[in-house]
């Protein structure tokens, strides 16, 4: 995705040698004297007037101070605890005024990445405060994950969503839901020699299921997580066309398992598939999911819990 970036220079280190840029402002008050715009409503009566420029630059500017704080805090560059620098010093290091900097420190405290205290300037919020479902931050996340552990808890989250989607589905589709999730397994079948294709339409059938379960919240959680996967290399891999056909043999199982009005089975189906799929083609690393499934197993025989353990699961191999 590309994000508009920075003009080079003035952001190279906040506070440091590049803020000897002298700052360029964008968003001083409009000089004393602007044309104003009396109009004769007789004159302009049904005519559509040339749109004038928008004063657009404090907006993207603000923009754009808000998307390189957030990235310098969620790469660590700006430390959790630590102490967000001073006004005087993000304005000259960014050339905006205070407000652009205020408006952008005020965003930065509603996705939880900051946390201002009156008198005591702003320091850098803990990880566990920074709200994941801002897709600002999420994307942030997902770009920065350099171990995967990210994308295994997207992946995580979907599997456990879908799955349950998956089985409302198997209740609640209508013959109308379930003739389009068949149509859209022939067009996936048509499109596994394209990868590229095959997975838009991939897409497309896991959302006909979301949408029969009639889940609209879950619906919503996974295509705001999914959505910013998806926009990662790391995430989609280098999907071949023997890849495509393993997958598409999942959807076959999980249509199967609606259409037969098979709850548990359908949530089965759609749990091995996600996790399948994506033990496929998760890059390894060294820290990866492997180890994470193989540490898993033991540390789930102790807590009880099952989300390693179905990591580690026949399926995802
Ligand atoms: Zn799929």
Not at 79 to 102: D, K, M, N, Y
Not at 281 to 295: E, K, S, V
Request: overall charge neutral; some cysteine; glycine content about 10%.
């Amino acid at each position: 995705m590309m994000q508009p970036q920075p003009a080079p220079g003035n952001l190279a280190g906040i506070g440091g040698p590049g803020a000897a840029h002298p700052p360029r402002r964008w968003d001083e008050p409009q000089a004393p004297g602007r044309r104003a715009f009396v109009t004769d409503p007789h004159r302009t009566a049904g005519r559509t007037p040339p749109l004038g420029p928008w004063p657009k630059r404090p907006a993207r500017l603000g923009a754009v101070v808000v998307r390189e704080l957030l990235d310098r805090v969620v790469s660590g560059e700006l430390p959790q605890l630590s102490t967000l620098p001073t006004e005087p010093v993000l304005c000259e290091a960014f050339g905006v005024s205070r407000t652009v900097v205020r408006e952008a420190v005020k965003l930065l405290e509603e996705k939880g990445l900051v946390h201002v205290k009156q008198g005591q300037g702003t320091t850098i919020a803990p990880q566990d405060d920074w709200n994941l479902l801002d897709p600002m931050v999420l994307e942030a996340s997902v770009r920065h994950d350099h171990q995967l552990r990210m994308l295994d808890d997207i992946v995580d989250v979907r599997r456990v969503l879908e799955a349950q989607m998956a089985r409302q589905a198997a209740t609640n589709a209508t013959d109308q839901d379930l003739a389009g999730m068949r149509r859209l397994i022939g067009k996936l079948t048509e499109e596994i020699a394209t990868p590229g294709v095959y997975i838009l339409t991939d897409v497309d059938f896991h959302d006909a299921v979301m949408r029969a379960s009639g889940n609209r919240l879950a619906r919503a959680v996974v295509r705001t997580i999914h959505t910013e996967a998806r926009a990662s290399t790391r995430y989609n891999g280098q999907p071949r066309s023997s890849d495509c056909a393993a997958s598409n043999a999942g959807h076959i199982a999980i249509y199967e398992r609606i259409a037969a009005h098979d709850p548990d089975g359908a949530a089965q189906a759609m749990s091995e598939h996600i996790l399948g799929s994506w033990m496929s083609r998760r890059p390894p690393h060294p820290g990866g999911a492997a180890n994470r499934a193989a540490q898993g197993a033991a540390a789930a025989a102790e807590d009880g819990g099952d989300r390693d353990a179905a990591a580690g699961s026949p399926a995802g191999r």
